[in-house]
């Protein structure tokens, strides 16, 4: 993989409404008006920020633009004094017929990315056009930014998916990767 123009860092959404109360919230038409962080999730994205040193008043800020990222990212952008930028491409992984339901449908839709990452079971986003949909932003972020840092605010599986990107891996590869927590933050970039 050749050298990037930028340092890029994930950043994933605080603890969420829809974490607490166990549910997969994916369909943007709920995800970008409720669900946004709990007090919970607040605090750890503040506790995150104070441990990230790499960021600062120079750094660009790109977020989801469902609540509870933009929520995470109005944090950032308060204690740095920086913009915010909304993507859609930053979005949740869709997840089809288990929108609204139980947090325990996840490990089906990862185990179905496992067996076949370009398929949309349930209706759910395959892993393969999310991994595609999260590598076009780092394709715009190189095009248009240069000797940047770049924080991404988005969600756990794009997140991951992304890191598999980066790390040359296919999306069915997405879940061997160490998990991106609440309100945590990782370098992108290869060493």
Same mark, same amino acid.
């Given at each position: ?5 930028? &340092? ?10 829809? $974490?607490?109360?166990? &549910? &997969?919230?994916?369909?943007?038409? &709920? #995800?970008? =008006? ?6 919970? #999730? ?12 790499a960021f600062d008043a120079n750094t660009l800020l790109?977020?989801? !633009? ?18 915010? =930028? ?9 997840? #089809?017929?288990? !929108?609204?339901?139980?947090?325990? $449908? ?5 185990? $179905?990315?496992?067996? !076949? ?25 190189? +095009?248009?930014?240069?000797? +940047? ?37 990782? +370098?992108?970039?290869?060493?």
């Open positions: 993989m050749q050298p990037f123009n930028n &340092i890029y860092y994930a950043f994933r959404h605080g603890q969420s409404r829809a $974490n607490t109360e166990g &549910i &997969i919230i994916s369909d943007p038409t &709920i #995800g970008t =008006v409720d669900y946004g962080l709990t007090e919970v #999730g607040r605090q750890q994205v503040f506790d995150s920020l104070s441990k990230a040193d790109y977020s989801s !633009d469902f609540l509870r990222t933009r929520e995470t990212a109005a944090i950032i952008s308060e204690t740095l004094g920086i913009e915010t =930028v909304l993507d859609e491409r930053l979005r949740e992984r869709f997840f #089809g017929d288990w !929108d609204g339901k139980p947090h325990a $449908n996840y490990s089906k839709a990862w185990k $179905n990315d496992l067996f !076949d990452p370009t398929q949309e079971f349930h209706g759910a986003e395959s892993s393969s056009s999310v991994q595609k949909r999260m590598w076009s932003v780092i394709q715009s972020m190189e +095009k248009l930014h240069h000797g +940047k840092t770049i924080v991404l605010v988005s969600h756990g599986d794009p997140l991951m998916l992304l890191q598999t990107a980066f790390n040359n891996l296919g999306p069915e590869r997405h879940r061997s990767l160490p998990y991106i927590e609440t309100a945590a933050w990782r +370098k992108l970039n290869p060493l």
